[in-house]
């Protein structure tokens, strides 16, 4: 397949052949010449009229909210490297469920009724939904807990069927981050763990955190949420049991209400470590994980690949390459926590 651009294909000329008569009288040849040459003038806008237009891609994204502007910006600066442009050669179908993933498989539905060429999908809800909807219509899976545990693809190398895309490593990096929060927090025995537990890729996340915890001699507090209506409940929940620090499992629910999260967490003093930058500008104390604009970057790279043609049953799913530890020093200070050099001197990013 040809890559994505306003392409026009060259075409020869029709060849009129003239037959000359000597008894012609040489006004009259000139005459016939004047209307061949006009004639094919006359004829080559109307070559070019017949061109056949550059395709134009539809890509659907089935998400949770919006993404954030400059993960979407990752997205379209990684289409525009290889040469795809919105509006131009591609365009967006995107649906979000607003954090009911019940919505998840009639927008599926009305993706494959609209015939898209693809499917982007950032969640593992979202991407079941598109799994049940289409096993013809290719899928890439934009940062997936464990699309293997949560049956998405059949193995990292050789994916099968139609899905591919990024893995975020999210059990293994669990436990890093409780690692984390005892450096800062040498004391603490009982951490809150808020998740969500509608997502089945989080359930595989809880376990491996109760291996990491229990090697570290730390005892988790499971704090449930399936819903936005459910996080007021697990606030009062958390605040009875008194931990000694809360943490977030990565999820497109709990990053739409990241704010009032750390806003809870501030107020009860509990030190905090979560999965993503944006939490952490939120107003959170730190966070540790893959950088998410690098993962929408590179999903670009799948979508050129795809559309030219390859399979994604022979695409590996890919793993993080790029990780992210940053701490916020005022929400450090609201605590009433010194964090050691150890951790600072590891720290991309510092917000002060």
């Known amino acids: 397949m040809t890559p994505l651009s306003d392409t026009f294909g060259v075409r020869s000329g029709a060849l009129v052949r003239v037959q000359h008569s000597a008894r012609l009288p040489g006004s009259m040849r000139l005459i016939g010449l004047a209307v061949i040459l006009t004639l094919g003038l006359a004829l080559a806008p109307l070559e070019a009229e017949v061109q056949p237009p550059g395709k134009v891609y539809r890509i659907g994204y089935l998400g949770t909210n919006p993404p954030p502007a400059h993960l979407w910006d990752a997205l379209l600066d990684g289409l525009r490297e290889r040469g795809y442009i919105e509006g131009r050669n591609i365009v967006f179908e995107r649906r979000f469920s607003e954090g009911k993933a019940e919505r998840f498989p009639e927008f599926a539905a009305e993706m494959v009724r609209l015939r898209v060429d693809l499917i982007m999908v950032p969640t593992t809800p979202a991407a079941i939904a598109a799994k049940n909807a289409t096993q013809t219509i290719p899928i890439v899976i934009l940062t997936a807990i464990d699309p293997v545990g949560a049956g998405l693809v059949a193995s990292l190398a050789r994916p099968g069927g139609n899905i591919t895309g990024l893995s975020v490593l999210a059990p293994e990096l669990s436990g890093k981050r409780l690692e984390l ?53 697990a606030f009062a929940l958390t605040a009875k049991v008194h931990p000694d620090a809360l943490l977030a499992l990565g999820d497109a629910l709990l990053t739409e209400y990241r704010q009032q999260i750390v806003e809870f967490a501030i107020q009860q003093h509990l030190p905090g470590v979560f999965w993503g930058r944006d939490w952490v500008v939120a107003g959170g104390l730190m966070s540790y994980g ?35 530890l940053v701490i916020n020093l005022k929400t450090a200070k609201a605590l009433g926590l010194t964090i050691p050099q150890s951790v600072l001197i590891r720290a991309d990013q510092i917000i002060e």
């Open 181 to 233: 929060l005892k450096e800062v927090v040498p004391g603490m025995t009982r951490v809150a763990v808020l998740w969500n537990a509608a997502n089945p890729a989080n359930t595989l996340t809880w376990r491996e955190m109760q291996a990491a915890a229990g090697a570290l001699g730390l005892m988790l507090q499971s704090q449930e949420v399936r819903g936005p209506q459910d996080l007021k409940g």
């Open 290 to 324: 893959p950088s998410v604009p690098d993962l929408y970057r590179r999903a670009a790279t799948y979508v050129d690949k795809i559309l030219r043609g390859a399979k994604p049953s022979d695409l590996p799913v890919e793993q993080p390459t790029k990780f992210e």
